[in-house]
């Protein structure tokens, strides 16, 4: 079997990246979801190969990439997904687009669980659509449970018509149970509220978890939602722009499909199609070696934080390689807070106030990063705290 090394660093400055070149060449750069990571071997050599032959034209469309993403499915959740289920789209968020074009009419409500990850709140108003915000109850132990009361009332407003659920959640970390999606299907059945979930970090989940599938909980799931996917985040291909959505229902698949020909929204990524079909065919052992990478990155980082800068807290994370660290105890506004970590611990966080209610306070911290840059990190985020007690701006 291959073996991944996850400790290289690859220099990623000046590749046009985002993660890395937005920032001064001093900032490490902790905070957009994408991976520090190289590829898997087996996507570098398709690709590669590919480039060789030096014509690059329209592809013809056959059920390889389906079955592909069926593949993957059966094999790391055990869900049956039919090759006629797939629909081939450029990423996951204009799915969430598409998707509310074809299930939804402007001035409907989208259901969305804050704090959410920051452009659902974007794609929502800007497409005419209202938000309907379902705060996740913090506990006292750091983990999120769902208002139950307050999400069937938000469910019920008869202006709401979609559950944008985000399976696992950005940025709570949160893997729902197959208890939990059981009573959100009930209860959007009740309500008549068609379900999309997003299950881009479905491949992201620790030790003790397990990722369902929404459509794979039962018949009537399966005719109520689509699911929203992209290996993007576990095989660090975002910049290819590929996904796929998975739509059980035909009546449903038919109206997703209409909206796709409406915006001709049909052209496929030759490199991108190739590198998501070598992703689910020939890499399961790369997505097996990141979790076990990443659970070792999350055991340090709870540890550290515990240890050396116990004014951040991390609460359970039970999925994604983001975690939401409460920062409230630096009683600091968020725009403070941001430059507090960027001009004083140089590294790169996301504003949690960008998420939405419940945001404030908190930010957004990615691990998926060779341990020595996770270790860096850390160590300048606990001298940066440090200096603030030094310097008698917070309490030891
Ligand atoms: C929950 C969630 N959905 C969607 C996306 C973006 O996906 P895409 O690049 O496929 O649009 C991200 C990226 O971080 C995400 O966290």
């Not at 006629?84 to 509310?100: K, S």
């Not at 108003?125 to 208002?147: C, F, K, Q, T």
């Not at 975690?323 to 966080?349: G, I």
Request: proline share 5%; aromatic share 12%; charged share 25%.
């Amino acid at each position: 079997m291959l073996q991944h090394n996850f400790d290289e660093s690859l220099d990623r400055r000046h590749t046009q990246c985002k993660k890395w070149d937005t920032y001064g060449e001093d900032v490490i750069p902790m905070w957009i979801a994408d991976t520090d990571f190289r590829c898997p071997e087996p996507i570098v050599k398709a690709v590669k190969k590919r480039a060789e032959h030096e014509i690059y034209g329209y592809p013809c469309i056959d059920k390889s990439y389906e079955k592909a993403v069926c593949h993957w499915q059966k094999c790391r959740f055990g869900w049956n997904v039919e090759p006629d289920w797939v629909e081939y789209t450029p990423a996951v968020v204009p799915a969430i687009v598409y998707a509310m074009r074809a299930f939804t009419n402007p001035g409907d409500a989208i259901l969305v669980q804050m704090p959410a990850y920051h452009p659902f709140h974007q794609v929502i108003p800007h497409n005419g659509r209202y938000i309907a915000s379902n705060r996740l109850i913090e506990n006292n132990d750091g983990s999120w449970s769902v208002d139950w009361d307050d999400l069937e009332k938000k469910l019920s407003m008869p202006r709401t018509t979609m559950f944008l659920l985000c399976n696992p959640h950005n940025p709570t970390g949160r893997c729902f149970t197959r208890e939990e999606l059981g009573k959100i299907n009930d209860l959007c059945i009740k309500h008549h509220v068609f379900v999309v979930s997003d299950e881009i970090h479905s491949d992201i989940v620790y030790k003790g978890f397990r990722h369902i599938p929404f459509g794979s909980i039962s018949q009537s799931a399966a005719d109520n939602s689509i699911v929203c996917i992209n290996p993007s985040k576990t095989f660090n291909i975002a910049g290819f722009r590929t996904g796929a959505v998975i739509i059980p229902n035909r009546n449903n698949h038919d109206r997703f499909y209409s909206e796709l020909e409406n915006l001709k929204a049909f052209g496929r990524n030759i490199f991108g199609t190739l590198a998501v079909q070598t992703a689910y065919t020939e890499c399961e052992y790369y997505a097996d070696q990141l979790m076990v990478y990443l659970q070792k990155n999350l055991e340090y980082t709870h540890a550290f934080l515990e240890e050396n800068i116990p004014q951040i807290k991390l609460g359970q994370v039970q999925a994604t390689y983001l975690l939401w660290l409460d920062c409230r105890s630096l009683h600091m506004p968020h725009n403070e807070l941001m430059d507090f970590f960027l001009k004083k611990a140089k590294v790169a966080l996301n504003d949690g106030y960008t998420f939405g209610p419940g945001g404030d306070g908190f930010m957004r911290f990615n691990i998926a990063c060779p341990k020595s840059q996770l270790e860096e990190a850390l160590k300048r985020m606990a001298d940066a705290v440090q200096n603030l007690i030094k310097e008698g701006m917070l309490n030891a």
